[in-house]
């Protein structure tokens, strides 16, 4: 088959500066799922940013600093509609999927966790959404529970037999597994536990950038993400909130630009979002974030899910047909830009370095899941991970360095 | 593409033909190096006769570097007395860990091989594994 009758996409890499760079034209970068590189658009709107409109943000009084709010708050608008939110004050910002979860344990769940409750993730999350709810049950004496997988990577929604159950404060997972690639049925999870009441928080980081995502249908009560695995800058991430979670939630970090009022003994707090970002606003980050959006939508999301799914159902299709190589979760109808695999015999640190030395970028090691690491009972997966800029030539890149490390390990 | 070929003739020999590995039974002291970030393990045992390391083995799992420096450990440190291995530990945690690049003393044997791995920082654990566990078992003794 061509390239062209499979792949939705025109070549991007023209949109790509490092891409494009002489020094890595023989880059073939499949490590996406870490962090993606960056389109012009986005590294030229922060470079304007800086150049033509910097100033504080909501505290000047002088018209560079009014455009230089008017430009934060377009970036936070830009957010709610690419996301669907109903209002833009629904999104904070964050500086990570991380803090995200953080703040919504810290300020959200720990006030409302009792001795005995529950708080259900996954066995495929990452640590980021793995620890700060062990931490706070711990605290509150009360138990993370664990929605164990079956055999092909998929939930095993059947044994989690409480996960509805009256006990149930929150439910939190990831749309898209950072490891196994498959994507979660989050839609038909948040209707069922919206029905009782139980709040859902998704870790949309690794689909928001591949998979269009409207939080009016999909219902959740919390969706976190970042910039860097969606072509934006690193540093700034988003937190959605339905608006009662949020009036809900205390603020984490204290200090300047959350409060209005206080007293050596009182204080009330700033209206939401700006409660819950605390200290001078990340301004050129926001424009990064924003131009980031902008891209996507530019290409269009729909387009951009048939592309990636296309070349990592090709690339999942050719890997497994290699002796001596494993894929750890079978590609499933709803497999999403990731594919993890191991080759028995050789460490996934020696196939990343070989493949690296051939000129093809990817990651190696737990991918900060360790609980699915010893439920799989495996120290390390290889990781292949896809973006818009990905072609058939990345593909054949990576069999070619597989059939090197095979050569050299045999 | 790579400088100089990190996976070295000498290097995959002694990964795929690792010296001194199998089970410590009878050892006088073992003890173990472990780097959680990759789940690499190995166990060093040491077998003396006076002040000599009369043999040096080892067991465990890691990727290709890890393996073949353990193997190559076991390979230098054998016949050393206790000081002269505790100084070999030394000379490689200058080369792979916080050493001043002055005061490196670049080794001359077979553990040349390992050198290409200071141009990786993130492989230089790998290497240093088996000699922390060496060095535990020195000071153990």
Redesign the interface.
């Known amino acids: 088959m061509s390239e062209s009758a499979f792949l939705l996409l025109e070549n991007k890499i023209a949109d790509f500066p490092l891409l494009q760079s002489a020094q890595h034209s023989c880059l073939h970068y499949l490590d996406n799922a870490a962090t993606t590189q960056k389109p012009a658009s986005v590294i030229s709107a922060m470079a304007d940013c800086y150049q033509s409109c910097y100033a504080p943000i909501h505290r000047g009084l002088y018209p560079l600093a009014a455009a230089a709010t008017a430009l934060y708050e377009n970036s936070r608008v830009k957010l709610a509609g690419f996301i669907g939110a109903e209002k833009s004050e629904q999104i904070v910002f964050t500086r990570s999927t991380t803090e995200a979860i953080n703040m919504v344990a810290w300020g959200w769940a720990r006030n409302r966790l009792q001795a005995g409750d529950y708080i259900w993730v996954t066995r495929m999350e990452h640590h980021s959404n793995f620890l700060p709810w062990q931490r706070i049950c711990k605290l509150c004496n009360a138990k993370l529970r664990i929605i164990e997988l079956h055999e092909d990577g998929t939930l095993n929604l059947d044994a989690a037999t409480e996960l509805f159950s009256k006990r149930t404060r929150l439910i939190a997972l990831c749309h898209v597994s950072n490891v196994l690639g498959g994507v979660n049925p989050v839609g038909a999870l948040c209707e069922q536990a919206a029905a009782l009441n139980i709040p859902v928080l998704v870790d949309a980081a690794q689909s928001v950038a591949h998979i269009p995502i409207d939080v009016g249908v999909l219902d959740c009560d919390f969706l976190v993400f970042s910039a860097h695995k969606m072509y934006g800058p690193t540093g700034i991430g988003a937190l959605y909130a339905k608006s009662a979670r949020l009036e809900e939630m205390e603020p984490l970090l204290l200090g300047g630009g959350m409060v209005d009022e206080v007293s050596d003994e009182t204080r009330s707090w700033s209206a939401i979002p700006a409660r819950f970002e605390a200290g001078s606003p990340n301004l050129a980050d926001a424009v990064g974030f924003a131009a980031a959006v902008d891209y996507l939508g530019g290409i269009g999301m729909r387009r951009i899910e048939a592309h990636v799914d296309s070349l990592t159902r090709r690339a999942g299709a050719a890997l497994a047909r290699i002796d001596g190589l494993r894929l750890i979760a079978p590609m499933t109808p709803t497999s999403a830009s990731i594919i993890s695999f191991d080759m028995p015999g050789i460490h996934p640190h020696d196939i990343a370095q070989v493949l690296g030395e051939c000129g093809v970028a990817v990651r190696a090691g737990h991918h900060c899941c360790q609980p699915l690491m010893h439920s799989l009972g495996l120290s390390a997966t290889t990781r292949a991970s896809f973006g818009v800029y990905n072609r058939q030539d990345d593909i054949d890149a990576l069999l070619a360095a597989i059939d090197r490390v095979r050569r050299l390990f045999a | 593409?790579?400088k100089e070929?990190?996976?070295s003739a000498v290097l995959?020999d002694h990964?795929r033909h690792s010296r001194n590995k199998g089970e410590l039974d009878g050892a006088d002291i073992v003890r173990r190096g472990h780097n959680p970030?990759?789940?690499?393990e190995i166990e060093v045992g040491l077998y003396l006769q006076g002040e000599k390391l009369a043999q040096v083995k080892f067991r465990g799992r890691?990727?290709?570097?890890?393996m073949a420096s353990a193997s190559m450990m076991t390979e230098a440190v054998t016949g050393c007395s206790k000081q002269e291995a505790y100084h070999l530990w030394e000379e490689m945690r200058d080369l792979f860990g916080d050493g001043n690049e002055n005061d490196v003393k670049h080794p001359t044997n077979n553990l040349q091989a390992l050198s290409v791995v200071r141009e990786?920082p993130a492989?230089q654990r790998?290497v240093l594994i088996s000699w922390e566990a060496l060095r535990d078992a020195l000071r153990g003794l």
Do not use: I, Q
């Not at chain 2, 970030?37 to 690499?40: E, K, L, P, T």
């Not at chain 2, 890691?62 to 890890?66: D, E, H, K, L, N």
């Open positions: 593409m790579a070929s990190f996976y995959l990964f970030r990759c789940g690499d890691g990727c290709s570097v890890c990786y492989r790998c």
